[in-house]
């Protein structure tokens, strides 16, 4: 950015300075406003993940109960 040297004077090297700072922390708000999105997305991908992890279970736990229930009744109604 100092490849050239601003115009002469305090009053150029302040305006170069507010400008540096102005470019920098625009460039800077910008790369963590992005930052800040994929963060946010990965956060929601990881619980959409948790959840159909925990879909399952909840799935296989009722599976289970239902074929329990189907072979007591089954063996207590070929008993009788």
Known sequence: MVAIPPFGGLEGYV???????AVGAGGGLLLGVVEARAITRER????????AVVRAEELEYRTDQQNFSIRYFATTCSTE
């Open 44 to 51: 929601a991908a990881e619980r959409a993940a948790e959840r």
């Open 15 to 21: 305006g170069w300075g507010r400008f540096a700072a």
